[in-house]
């Protein structure tokens, strides 16, 4: 198993040329298949563990929120960056003192994010910037070459233009220290072109989440750098749970069953992969 502090390099060198995709587990098994697929990096998704905790989106206290950290980033080779939504605190201070916890966990990175919690509003911009400050400060002082991503939830709170919106936060949140920057819910290659441009060369992350949309492609031409996909690996995996079971409630049929991934598969992927853990 890599050290910290190499994965933390390596995290920090895929952000500097070429567009990488990173997805989103939201227990063990998945960051452990995920791996196996060959990608490179991994994010938790707060919403993914949140779901599997049977809380919705945001209902994970502090303390559990570090214990899963803890282990999706020590049970996979590759580094891995936090949703930590917005760093679990309101205040500069309380940012601060949670992204030192967060690092400790052994993540190579991690986000925070515009939003006050609950209220879909976002922070006065001030505030808000400060609080990257905070974030930033917190990360040099631990002497951590993690990577601190500052994100703007405009476009997902109903802003009127949230592509301005967008471009004064994110630039505002690069000078204050971010060194990746991201929108989540733009959608349109236009929008994600006009976000690059504003804050090269800082990388942006793009989120990817439906059906019908850029390619990695398409996204890596416009100069995208990593992509990631939230909750929506977990979103699948209950969608294919929740038309199943539905179908078993309302009709007492197994008709869903037929596409469900074969037992001797996943058994025979996790035996090799637990040899492959093995002293």
Known sequence: MPAVVQKRRAFRALHQAGCFVIPNPWDVGSARYLQH???KALATTSSGAAWSAGRPDGGLGLDEVLAHLESIAESVDVPVNADFLNGYADGPEGVASNVG??????????????????TNQLYDIEA????VRAAREAVDAAGADAVLVARSECYLTGHANPLKVAISRLTRFAEAGADCLYAPGVRTIEDIRAIVAAVAPKPINVLMGWAGGPSVAELSDVGVRRISVGGALARTAWGGFLKVAREIATS????????????????????????????
Do not use: H, N, Q, Y
């Open 252 to 279: 007492g049929r197994f008709d869903g069953f037929a596409d469900a991934a074969p037992g001797g598969e996943l058994d025979a992927f996790f035996k090799a992969d637990v040899t492959e853990r093995m002293p």
């Open 128 to 131: 808000a910037v400060e609080r």
């Open 101 to 118: 916890r967060a690092l400790a966990t052994g993540v190579a990175g991690l986000s925070i994010e515009d939003e006050v919690p609950g």
């Open 37 to 39: 697929l060959g990608f």
